[in-house]
């Protein structure tokens, strides 16, 4: 069974540009939750898409955002890079309704903003 | 903010010795789980306790859940250089997702 993949697996953006992100979830998860992983902050919720809706978001301003395909698979949009957006950003899927229970993770997305 | 926080936030001990990492919560939660992270990579599930159970094994990993103190300690026994990685704790509560801390880093030498 493949795991949660995402790519690129590095991005390099300058301040101001858009990121888009990518992430497949494990077949059969209808859930995908975004985390940020910045130096020293732990990892941060950012949003839960389920079966295409955002179901909730985090403490994040309105320039992070996604979508969830019928595929399932989710993409993350940061627009108007900033430095401090430069972080890890870890993709998770989990069944419907077993997001509490347990998530999986794919490797992240390490984006770097200059 | 994050609703777990992990004490130390670094440990370095030798093969073989024993490791405890402790969490702490601010909230009534359903479970807490601990996940492990190895070198900025994807985290990975080790072990879930629910709010009504107090101790839970699994191989190495021994965890403990005290909600009247609203805390969890995670043990892992006979430590090997492969166990050397970053600890989270994550439990159930806003945002209608796992919230996690900041973790505890795990050094084990050889």
């Known amino acids: 069974e493949a795991g949660v993949t995402q790519s690129p697996t590095h991005l390099i953006k300058t301040r101001g540009q858009q990121a888009t992100l990518r992430c497949s979830p494990i077949?059969?998860?209808?859930?995908v939750y975004w985390y940020q992983q910045a130096l020293g902050l732990g990892l941060q919720f950012l949003l839960w898409y389920d079966e295409g809706e955002e179901r909730n978001r985090g403490n994040f301003p309105p320039r992070f955002s996604g979508r969830q395909f019928p595929n399932y698979s989710s993409e993350l949009n940061v627009n108007a890079l900033e430095l401090e957006d430069s972080a890890l950003y870890l993709c998770a899927s989990s069944r419907r309704g077993t997001g509490y229970e347990k998530l999986f993770f794919g490797s992240g997305t390490q984006l770097s903003v200059l | 903010s994050q609703q777990g926080e992990e004490d130390p936030q670094a440990l370095s001990i030798q093969e073989g010795e024993n490791a405890t990492m402790n969490c702490s919560y601010k909230t009534s939660i359903n479970n807490l789980q601990w996940y492990r992270q190895n070198s900025g990579r994807g985290l990975v599930h080790l072990i879930l306790i629910r709010s009504n159970e107090r101790e839970k094994h699994s191989g190495r990993l021994r965890v403990t859940l005290d909600t009247s103190k609203k805390s969890s300690s995670l043990l892992i026994t006979a430590s090997r250089a492969a166990d050397t990685a970053s600890y989270f704790c994550?439990?159930?509560?806003?945002?209608?997702?796992?919230?996690f801390g900041k973790g505890t880093m795990l050094l084990v030498s050889p």
């Open positions: 077949s059969g998860h209808t859930s």
């Open positions: 994550a439990t159930d509560g806003r945002y209608s997702t796992l919230t």
